[in-house]
């Protein structure tokens, strides 16, 4: 059983250029969220999204947009980079119905490394 | 904006230390999570604490959350090289922003042998 898988796991743009980063979730899962984390610093919550459609964001700019499939893979797309982009891309997949359930694991991929120079 | 403050953000200690790692916040979650994170890894989940008071024990770690379910507590007895990494304290609210995970800032635990 394929747990969540990323790609690429390593990345390097030049400021000003636009980055696309995918995801497939654990499979039975149809929740995908995406989540940035800075060096030393803890993952800090982009967005989330469930039948195709952004279901809750967090507190980034019009920049960072998402896609999610009807196989419930997605992709992250951050324009015009900025160096302050650079940073680990996690992406946690979870079944909905579990969401709700204040036990319910996310499950992470191995993330994308994104450096902007 | 709820926000998890998590102390200390290093820790260096020797093999067989005792240590304890606190995540804080001034909001109410209805559940707080403890992962583990390696170097080029994603966070794995270690434990969920859902009721106030609530104490969890894995093997050497003891996991502990508050009465007003605001602040958790991660202790490591006898502490060992292969617990080295990088641990993080997750908050979930309720309402609409359930599916959201609240990170604290983590801890850098280094055990030295």
């Known amino acids: ?42 993952p800090q919550f982009i967005f989330q999204y469930y039948e195709e459609e952004e279901r809750q964001r967090g507190n980034f700019p019009d920049r960072f947009s998402g896609h999610q499939f009807p196989n419930y893979s997605s992709e992250l797309n951050v324009n015009a980079l900025l160096l302050g982009d650079s940073a680990l891309y996690l992406c946690a997949s979870s079944l909905i119905e579990d969401i709700y359930r204040s036990n319910t694991e996310a499950f992470f991929g191995q993330g994308t490394r994104l450096t902007v120079v | 904006t709820q926000l998890l403050e998590q102390s200390p953000q290093f ?14 916040s001034s909001s109410v979650f209805s559940s707080l999570q403890w992962y583990r994170q390696e170097p080029g890894e994603g966070p794995v ?17 003891t996991f502990q959350f508050g009465d007003a379910r605001k602040d958790s507590s991660l202790h490591i007895t006898a502490a060992q090289p292969g617990d080295t990494g990088l641990y993080l304290c997750a908050g979930r609210a309720g309402g609409t922003s359930y599916g959201k995970l609240t990170f604290g800032q983590g801890t850098i635990l280094t055990v030295h042998p």
Do not use: F, M
């Open chain 1, 1 to 42: 059983d394929a747990g969540v898988t990323q790609s690429p796991t390593h990345l390097i743009k030049t400021r000003g250029q636009q980055v696309t980063l995918r995801c497939s979730p654990k499979s039975g899962h149809d929740t995908v969220s995406w989540y940035q984390q800075a060096l030393g610093q803890g």
């Open chain 2, 11 to 24: 820790l260096s200690i020797q093999e067989g230390e005792n240590l304890t790692v606190y995540c804080n």
């Open chain 2, 45 to 61: 989940l270690l434990v969920t604490v859902v009721t106030g008071g609530e104490v969890k024990k894995l093997k050497r770690l």
